[in-house]
C-alpha cells in the first residue's frame, strides 16, 4: 500500500491549473483502453506522485538540491513511450521535480537512442509498459557501450478508495522561467538531429480552460509525442481541463469509427495533412458507398467536430474544400514549427477560405513579420518559443537561426493580405521538406551524379497529400542507365544517404527534352517544376513520374539502418 502523502508541487502556472482542476473538475480526464486508464484528476495527480517518489529514488543523490529539484547541470530526463496515458504521467512527474522531458520515438534504433542519451547526458530514462520490449534491447545497448543510465518503467498504479492525497502548491518551490522544461529532436540539413530546447515558459500558457465544464469536449489523441504538435495537446488538454481519449490504433479507418461509435461526443480532433487525406480517401472508396442509414452515424461523428485542424504545412485547397463543402467540416490551418512552439498563425471563422495558400492571422502573444515588409521570409517571434542557446550544444546554430532581435527564420516565403498571411513556398530552395524532416538538396544531387550511369540530375520539392512534399528527381540517364527505375535508383543511394532523403518521385528526360537553365547554366527549378511535375491543383503528377509508395517506409525488404529516419521514427 503506497503511502498517503501530501503531494507538493512547484509554484508554476500549470500545476497551479492542475491542482484547481483537481479541486472542480470530476469527471474523467484521460481515457487510453491501452493501458486501462480511466483517469480523472485525483487518480492523475496520485500516478504523478507514485512516479515522481520512484523517479527520486532512482536519481543520484547528488542529482537533486535540498528542495527536491533537479540541478540545473543535468536537467534532462528521457521517455519512451507513444501518446497514451503513461506519457502523460510521465511528463509531469518529471516537470514536478524542475527537470525537462526528452521524449524519444516509440521506434528509435538503440545506437540512435545513445547518442540522444549521451547528447543530453540523461540519468534516466522512463519507458512505457508498450515500449518496454524495446526498453529492455536499449538498455542493452548503452550498457555494452558503457552508459551508466537508469532505466525505469513508468507503471501508472491503481488508487485504491481512499488513497487520494492532498495536493498543494509549494511557494517556495520555485523554478526560473529560463530554466529547461523540453527538449525535441528535430531533423537537421545535415548530420544527426539537432536537440530543440525549450525553456518552462513553453508550459506557462496556451493551454486555456475547458469550454463547459458541465458539457466538456472530447479530443481524440493520437499523434505522436516526439512531435510538437502531439506532444503540446496531450500535456496542454490535461492542463486545461479538456478530456481526451487515446485512439487505439492511429489510422483512419479506426478514428472513422470512434467518431461514429460516439454518437457526436467527440467534437476535437487535430491531424496533419496525410491523416486528413487518409480520412477524405477512407470516406470516398469506403464509407460513401454505405447504404444511407449505415453511413448517417459517419456523418452526424464528424460534424459534431467543433474543433478540426490541420498541421505540418499548407494544404492543397482541393483537401479544405472536400471536408467544407462535401462534409460540413471546415478545417483550420495552423502554422509553426518545433523552433517557434508550435502553431504562431491559424485560421479561423473570419479567414478567407477562398484564398489559396492562407495562413490566417497570429495567435494571441505571437508576433509575425516578413523580411520585406508585405512579402519575404515569415519570421516569429513569441515568448514560448526557443531563445539563445536554444540548440543543445550548438550556439552558433542557434544565432543563425535568429534574428538580432530574436525572431525565428522560418524560410519559409510568404506575403500579407490585410492582416492575414498567405505561404508562398520556401525562401530558399536548399532543402526539401518531407513529412517534419529537411531533406538537403545539394547533398542528394551529388550523390545521383556519383552514379555511372546519371549524366544529369536536380532535385525539387513537389506537393503531396501524404508527406506534404515530395523529394522529386529530374535526371537524365546515359546509356548504361536507360533500364533504371526509381526502386533501382533508390537502392543504389541507400548506401549513401538515409531513407528520408532518398528521392519518392522519378521524372526522366528524353534525348529531345532539356533541363531549364540559365544563360549561365543554372537549373530553374521553378521551371522544373511547372514543366515536369506538375500537379494542376491537386496531388496528382503526370503519367510519365514514377512515384514511390510513401506509406512503406524504407526499401522493400531491407532493414532500417541508424538514422535512416533522423531518430524521428513515427511519423
Known sequence: MLENKSLSLPDEPHFRQLIQNHDTIRHVIFRDLACQADADYAQLLFDIAHLRRRIVDNLPASALDGKGRIREERPYICTLAPAGYEFLVAALAVLSIGAAIVPLAPEVLP?????????????????????????????????SHGQTTTFLPIKPSVMARGQQQPVAVDPEMTIPADRPSLILFTSGSTGPPKGVVHNRRFFHSGYGTSSSPSSPDLFLTHRPVHWIGGLRSIINL?????PQEVVAEPTAPAIWHRLRDGDGD??????VIPMWIRLMEHFR????????PELEPYLRGARALRVARVGGAAPQPSLLRFWREELGVPLEVTYGCTETGGPGLMTDERTDRDRECNLGRPEEGVEVRLSEGDRGEILIRNSRQFSQKSYLNDDEATRNALTEDGFFKTGDYGRRVGDEYTIEGRQATDFVRFHGFKVPVVEVEMRLLELPFISQACIVSVPDGDASTRVAALVRFNGDGLSQGLAELREELSATLAQYKLPTALRVLQPSEKFPVTFTGKVLRKKVVEQYFPTMGTYELPRDVELWDLRSKGQQGAPHKAWDWAGLQGC
Do not use: N, W
Open 111 to 143: 545506437v540512435e537512442a545513445l547518442y540522444f542519451l549521451k547528447q543530453c547526458r540523461a540519468d534516466l530514462l522512463l519507458t512505457s509498459s508498450r515500449c518496454s520490449p524495446l526498453g529492455d534491447s536499449i538498455e542493452q545497448y548503452v550498457r
Open 238 to 242: 490535461a492542463i486545461s481541463g479538456t
Open 266 to 271: 467527440v467534437t476535437m480532433l487535430c491531424c
Open 285 to 292: 472508396h469506403a464509407l460513401s458507398r454505405l447504404p444511407a
